[in-house]
Every structure is written in C-alpha cells, then in structure tokens.
C-alpha cells in the first residue's frame, strides 16, 4: 500500500494523482442540500464523477428528526431506480445522521456519509478525535455513541444546536465552534471531524489542518476518499 501524506486534502489530491481508472458514484442527496454537489466539485477531482439523485422525504421536511431520516431511507429505493441506468462503482447516502439514526434498512449496497466518514478514520489509522456539528446536542452524542461503538474514541464534542438551516452556517461560525473544544482534547486527539453534509466546511479544513497540525475529515470530503481510494486501488 502506498504511503499517503498527512492531512485529508493531501491525501485526496495524492490518492486522485494515483488514480488509474475513473469511478463513478451516485450519490442520493438529501432534496435540500447544496453543499455536497458544491464542495464535491470544488475538489477538482479528475478520476471520479459523481451522479445525483435527489431524495423527497414524504414528510417534506428538511430539520433533522426521526421522521426526516426514515424518509431519507425510505425514497432511496426509487432514487437509487432513477440511476439504474448507469454502472455504478459505488452508492452513498449523502446524509451523516440518517446512518447512526433509526430508519428502515437501506437498498443493498448504499452506504451512508457516516459509513464514508468511519471508512476514511479508517484509512487513516484514526482512533480519537474532536468531534463538531452544527446538530444539535442529542444527535451529536448519538453520534459520538455511534463513532465509539465503530472503535473510534470521541474525547470531545461541540454543536450549534441546530435542526434545519446548516448551509447557512459561516465559516467564521464554524472557527467559533471549534474553538468551544477544550484544548487538551484538541491536543490528545488524532484527528478532527466535521460532521454533517449539509454545511460549508471546505474553506475552513485547510486552515484548521494547519492551525492544529492533523488531520480535519469532514463528512463531504470523507465521500470524496471514498471514492477517491476506489480509483487508486487502496483498499478502505
């Protein structure tokens, strides 16, 4: 396996360079989330082309709640059918919370945001990490649950406390957040995680990695990896 440098857009960016195929992934986006197609295509990525479908959940809500993420679940049949047409290398689930939430299960073979997210920590030899979210605080604890119970230790977590409204979100807002973490977590922890597909995080990774000297995963750029590592031939 080849040796890939720190940091998550270094690694994208070695991982793409390496690429020897092109890849094409649908993605299943939650129907009022723009910042996943935003994001994605600012990467620049030249080996991986994603294909979207949008989701409708029958409630149509777009706040975080059990009835939002069982929508989610339930319109991926049909979006996933609408994509039947093309051959595809992998699906994702553009949603982080409906993959440690409660939901009817998933079509075979779609992965959730949050299964991306596990798999770059993964990838990346992560075993503790800050964790920050604009969801709010419940979800965000579930969310630390679910990243234990995967074997990666949360040593701590700040959230905005919000249901709806993420890409919103300013980057300032998000330094602000970070800077709620206490230090020595900060310190102690391998990594930091940027969780949710539904806000900006891109212009702020850069100068975090930089700030804190280690990785920043957020959960856009950790289902670019997952696509990324699949035209390099690294395994997950």
């Known amino acids: 396996m080849q040796q890939l440098p720190d940091g998550s857009l270094a690694t994208l960016a070695a991982l793409d360079a390496a690429a020897d195929r092109t890849v094409r992934a649908g993605l299943l986006l939650p129907w009022a989330n723009v910042a996943v197609e935003t994001e994605l295509a600012r990467l620049g990525l030249r080996h991986t082309v994603f294909h979207h479908a949008r989701l409708v959940p029958p409630s149509r809500t777009t706040a975080v709640d059990a009835s939002f993420w069982r929508g989610l679940r339930e319109a991926s049949a049909q979006a996933l059918d609408s994509l039947s047409h093309i051959s595809l290398n992998t699906v994702v689930l553009a949603c982080t919370s409906a993959g440690f939430t409660e939901g009817p299960p998933l079509p075979s073979g779609v992965l959730t945001a949050f299964d991306a997210l596990r798999q770059a920590l ?98 856009n750029l950790a289902i670019a990896l997952l696509a990324a590592r699949a035209c390099a031939g690294v395994a997950s």
Do not use: N
Not at 136 to 142: F, I, K, S, Y
Not at 148 to 153: P, R, T
């Open 122 to 219: 993964a990838g990346a030899a992560v075993r503790r990490i800050v964790l920050v979210t604009p969801y709010p605080d419940l979800v965000t604890a579930a969310e630390a649950v679910a990243l234990s119970e995967a074997g990666v230790e949360v040593l701590a977590f700040a959230s905005l406390g919000l249901d709806d409204g993420y890409a919103d979100v300013t980057p300032d807002r998000i330094l602000g957040l970070v800077q709620r973490l206490p230090e020595e977590a900060v310190a102690s922890a391998d990594a930091m995680v940027l969780s949710c597909t539904g806000w900006h995080t891109l212009p702020v990774v850069g100068e975090l990695e930089r700030r804190f000297r280690k990785p920043v995963f957020s959960s």
